[in-house]
């Protein structure tokens, strides 16, 4: 009975949860003429000609795709490189100066990206990055770096003390105690983390517009080509966005199995028994 | 000593990275704030020493500015706190269908904040030509104007950054209480202890570090949105959706007075440390 | 060299399923006597690579479609870099203000050059316009580029930008329930408002007038200064800008009536393809936007209004002034650039703006949708012109030669390198006394207070 309950909370919040996505997909299937009417339509004609334009018409997205693709995946690679190591030392390591060093890395996160375009771009003009994947991998580094790192910390804190001391022990294996043992408890922490730092690079725009070009334009600088300055093509800019959201979905699918992989059958947690 | 080293080794990259990365952009906001750069008036660029400050004082939109965000801020993260927890758990006791109820939940956070913010603004909230208000018209609840009245808009503004948000929370909570033991509840449920009373005295405070840095996180980006709110409403209507990141933007881009808007961001990254600063300090509070 | 795989792939995408048309333009590209008539060696910046910045426009993918014909006539390698509309002004001064010579030229609004030239970023047009061995005088035809479009993008009598695209703003009604009703599109704003209390219907879906609402200098602040102008306001009284005087309070006036009174609420967020949007799902009687957007409202795809549309010029205010906006995507000439690059650059604005390619951009261009806002007169005045414009709706063509040619009013707004702030604060404060936050009095008093604070810096 309560499982009913709890199942029908969940099917609702789930609806109003995704409402608004799904109506974009529905939108990605109308005319233009069926997205403007009014009521608005649940049934209606489905077409392929926006997704038809989105692939293969004039404003193709796919080099933006791999553009994007490009970006989150170099900043995503490099940022779990550095922040894995730099978080478990500062979560469970004896790091002089541990608390400083630490909220200052945190407080990093807080620089208002607002103020940071411009030196930013004067910077990388300087070094002749601009329009270049490295410079704006770099530049996506310094936000997701504190962010991946401190979301790790949280983490690696949740692992039981005595399964790293024991790990530990053996000085010679300091590293492989690292990669053997503590990570795969940190799976569920560390697939959050990159589901998250992927996200938030492939969705950013404010740096990809001023920062990128004519070589790099990610998806969500190219979507402004169906909001141009006449009209809104609401059904190709729809179809750009679920495809835009393809990659994400496909590595959340692919990462979140590792999310809760202590569950075990019928425990339950921090709630009431079945 | 051996584990100094090691630790270092493992820290060092990243912070040398950081370092090499933030300081200069910082040096530079904090310079450009004490000076006059004004592009609309070139001819009057030069020192200003902390006059940009000053004049923060008597700037009655920067303070309404800041009051936004104060209100704005504060909803929405404690919104998306309870809101992701209260899935997480709830996600945790349904057994069917977990991964899709996993998946779901991650959607309005995978939708391009400018592509959410344009849809609500003319697909879904418009009066008249919008589906909500098609549905509350026949729900008999009448028509409201979500993000052309004042007041209206402001909340629109919450429920469209914490609707779009709080899958976070969602995901990093699950993550948090999927990993705990299990062994500890056995013991809790020997000593005759109620669900609620075993989330508040063990649960909780296990995951509070996580929560911490949820609400750090989720603080810093509610500060820093951006790109939804101005594709929903542009700042308006008339200031009233106007955060203090927005407001930053504007000063900087729009009006192109850099100087005056460095230094509205330096105050905006001064707050954002105090509170981070706080919270962080309640983290370590066992 | 950049590896610019990103545009290859494009052209590789557009050239795979765009058969007829790259043939058509090979064979137009063979076809440059038109150009090759001017006095001038077009080949002299030869080997020059040149970016260009602007917006995802269908007048300027016009333009990207026929710049081979330009490569091929020069020697002179252009780049299109497409910024969104939100985001070129500043990335064009970001890239300007840095004097790192990015964009060779682009898009730029015409508000902006007060701005550009105080800070010395853009060189006069005049250099080249009057340097022989650049320009053919007599083949080229400037003066024959609409005088208010020249002058709204100049700075002391001095031309800045070349005009290569443009509108001018019209009343556009529908057609079939103004003759219903036995009405004629308004001549002066009180006109205006009783068409609009006639057709009025909300219980129908249809409310009777509609203009901008969403906030900001190339939005709201786009519709008012003309109403302003029809009251007779003027913008400088004693060398300060003044905006609330009894003129600007009495046009905000009439605006915040008009719309509270007889257009969906949710104008208060519209913008024009919003209202071009409402219009062609029939829902609006009047709007008063853009010539432009007869496109979409002519768009089969889209439209349910085909054969209902008509035209009028701007009615008359008060003062007896009809006002209509002036627009226009100019090209200048980024002052960083060295000699040889000018050069190149110049050469391509000249042949972007000259009439030939504007033909080929218009009814001799490929595909559906062909460019409407040319920049000169003698166009607008041809008869292949007419010929396209023709099934617009009623009344487009006259209603838009004689606007541009008699409604265009440089003082329309304030001409000053302050514009991008004066312009926020103003669309500001016309929203807030739209929304009903202030009212109009007091939005204009606070608008005044905080401009003053601006200009004083």
Redesign the interface.
Known sequence: MR?AV??A??IV??VV??F??A??LL?SFK???D??????EVIFEPTLVNYHDVF?????I???L??SLIISGLTTALTML??I??A???AR????WKRA?G?W???????????????????L?KVGW???YQGLV??Y??FA???A???L???F??I?REMEEAALLD?AG?LRALWHVILP??K??I??TV??VF?NSW?E??FA??LG???V?P???A??????????Q?GR??AA?MV??AP??AL??LA??H??????VG???????? | MRERRFALALFLPAFVLLVATTTLPLIYLLWSSSQRIDLTMPWMSGTAGLENYAKLGGDTRFWQSLKLTLIYTGTTVVLQVLIGLGLALLVLQVRAGQAILRIGAILPIVLAPVVAGLFWRSLVLAPDFGILDFVTRALGLGSYNWLGDPQLALVSVIAIHTWQWTPFAFLVLLASLAALPPDLYEAARLDRAGPWQRFRHITLPLIRPAIVIVVILRMVTALSAFAAIFAATGGGPGSATEILNLYAYRLSFTELNIGYGAAVAAVLLLITLSVAFFLFALRRAR | MKVDGGRRRTLAALGAFAGAPWIARYAHAQDLGAYQSAKINWRQAEGESITVAVIPAGYFDALEKVTPEFEALTGVRVRYDKVPPGQIRQKAILDLTAKSGTYATHAADPMYYDLYVSNKWIDPIENYLGDAKLTDAAWYKADDIIPAWRGANSVGNRLYGVPFDGESTLQIYRKDLYDAKGLKPADTLDDVAKNAKAIHDPNNRVWGAALRGFKGAGQNMYIYPSIFRGFGGNWFSGGALRVNSQEGVAALEWYVNLLSQYAPPAVRNWNWPDLADAFSQSTLGLYIDANTSASVLNNPERSKVLGKIGYARWPRGPSGKRVSSIWNWGFPINAALSEKAKRATWLFISWATSAETQARTSWKASGAAKRLGLNRLSLWQSKEFAALAGNLGTNFLPASIESMRDDLDVEWRPKMPQWPAVGETMATAIQAALVGQQKPKEALDEAQGRIAQILKG
Do not use: H
């Open positions: 499982t709890l199942l909370i969940a919040m789930l949860w995704i608004p996505v109506w974009g939108t005319t233009e003429r997205v403007l009417a009014y009521p608005p293969f018409g004039g404003a193709s796919v080099p933006n791999i553009s550095f922040a190591p730099a478990y030392a500062l390591l004896d790091l002089p060093t909220f890395v945190l407080a990093t996160q807080m620089l208002p990206p607002v103020g940071l375009v411009i030196p930013y771009f004067l910077l003009r601009t329009d270049t770099l530049v580094l310094t770096l504190p962010f790192i401190w979301l910390v949280s983490y804190e949740e039981p000085r300091r408890q940190a569920g922490g697939a959050v589901i998250f996200l969705n725009f404010l517009v001023v070009g004519n070589t334009r998806v969500t600088v979507m402004f080509n169906f909001i141009s300055l006449e009209q809104t609401w800019l729809a966005a835009g959201m994400v979905i959340g699918l979140q199995q999310i809760v992989k202590g569950l075990t425990a339950v947690k921090g709630g009431g028994r079945r």
